[in-house]
């Protein structure tokens, strides 16, 4: 990945900083440098933009070290943003092209998410909720709604077919985003294809499976697949399952449009009388409608991927192109984009645990089988990782990956209220 070529200012100005001893390529002055980027760009002083953008320029590398990664990252989004804001910036354009995204194999993609805790966490995690919630039923239905493309599934099969006592018929209902950019990680086949290997590998483990398709638009808060799951045929003895992977987040939210979609959404889903609902995300909020604040919140959540890549993936290998190119695809999402464009809108757990309760669903606790499972997988990764338990006011269990006990990822699970408590 090339650098963004700067034309050299003829007159510098370092703000905030006593001297040039002060520029130094630590996570606090590269936070400083992009802030002071951030308020030149919204203010339109072009000037002053682009000599703090030289002054980057001079200190990130895509090939540094991890801090100077993730600032070269927001750099790039910097320059995108200003390209795109007004003619002010238009000597920006040449240096704001997009960086291409990896299309992944099933294979590649299974090996992807199997490299870091990031999504093995959650995939654990809801999968010990679902066995225990499933167990008896004839029939489990099941709605994925992951931003990993059905890599969990396999691993629920698996133990559906080794600790249920009786298999039950499996149907998996997968959404398409129609004519919306999907957010990486990229799956290189249609899900169609995908659906086919499901299934096959399910009939391997004497699991009978089917496999469905519905086109639903997560920017209108996934009206037809609620609609489609509304009109679905009741059978007996039946599961439903609504696993929630890292996809939520991508439901506009109230600073966007006055009518909450994430609350309809989940007041929608519990009209269904799910049998139980997985909800795994990232612990951050990047939901403010002020751009300062919203970058200063993403800088200090986005430092971990790219502290963590160090630990499991060589410098200049093609893994970690891949890795950091999905990590720059979110920063530019939430750095350069506005509107409708901006996707990337995540909450913390507890705005999640709020909207959960006031959809009128309870929170069910894991359990010592789950935590000794999540924490026998933390044991195949790097020192760093670690997980907390975090139980509520109603004393729920709940999980955090944490990473040099930062928050990273939460995971929960939800039962309909019972109608009395209600």
Known sequence: MNKPMILNP?????????????????ANS???LLLHCANAIESNDATLAQQIIWILNNLVSPAGDSTQRLASSFLRALISRAATKSQTFAFLSAAASPVALHRFSV?????????TPWHRFGFIAANAAIL???EGYSSVHIVDLSST??????????SMASKLQKQPLLKLTVVVSGNESPPPPLLGISFEELGTKLVNFATTRNIAMEFRIISSSYSN???????QLQNDAFVFNEALVVNCHMMLHYIPEET????????VFLKDLRE?????????????????SNFISRLQSLFNYMWIPYDTADTFLTRGSEQRRWYEADIGWKIDNVVAKEGLERVERLELKRRWFERMREAKFAGVGFGETAATEVKTMLEEHAAGWGMKRDNDDDDVDRFVLTWKGHSVVFASAWVPMDDDLI
């Open 10 to 26: 003829t007159r510098l100005v370092w703000p905030c900083f006593s001297s040039s001893k002060s520029l130094t390529s630590d």
């Open 30 to 32: 590269m936070e400083k």
């Open 256 to 263: 966007l449009i006055s009518n909450p979609l994430r609350s």
């Open 221 to 227: 808060g996934l009206s037809s697949l609620i609609e």
């Open 149 to 158: 493309h059905c890599m969990q599934i396999p691993t629920l099969i698996d």
């Open 132 to 134: 225990d919630a499933v």
């Open 272 to 288: 269904l009388n799910p049998t139980i609902v997985t909800l795994i995300d990232e612990d951050a909020d990047l939901t403010s």
């Open 107 to 115: 294979i590649e993609l299974a090996a992807f998410v199997d490299l």
